[in-house]
């Protein structure tokens, strides 16, 4: 008993001969160079390329533009005499520290504490 309607069996058979994929084939093709076309009509809209004269230039410095190059050191804490203490509202900014031009000395660079040895390297930690 065949079930198919006049309707489905016309189109199995379109289907099955090649012309159903060959139509399909040729609306998958237009769409593709319609999207070309539209590709290029958007890349006309826009403005053009600068030419290389009109490029940004690199200042002549060697440094990367907005690179600064400040040091930095501790704030000073402010004397008292003995007698006096002082008050946390006294300090200007505890923890702050302030720009220098001049680079801080071999000295204050290098660290002077105990030896904490690394993960794995043996020692306590302690400045054995």
Partial sequence: MN??????????????SGL????AGLVVVFV???AVYLGFRVRDRESRTPKP???????????????MS??????????TDGEHRLMPYQLKNAGSTE?????PSEEKRKWGGISSGGFGSGGTGHGD
């Avoid at 159903?20 to 139509?23: A, C, I, M, R, S």
């Avoid at 720009?99 to 680079?103: A, L």
């Fill in 3 to 16: 079930t198919l309607s006049a309707a489905q069996t016309l189109a199995a058979g379109v289907w099955q």
């Fill in 20 to 23: 159903g994929q060959f139509l």
């Fill in 32 to 34: 593709l160079i319609g």
């Fill in 53 to 67: 004269d009109e490029q940004p230039q690199r200042p002549e410095t060697d440094r990367l533009p907005g690179e």
């Fill in 70 to 79: 400040e040091y930095r050191r501790p704030a000073e804490m402010p004397q």
């Fill in 99 to 103: 720009t220098s031009p001049e680079p």
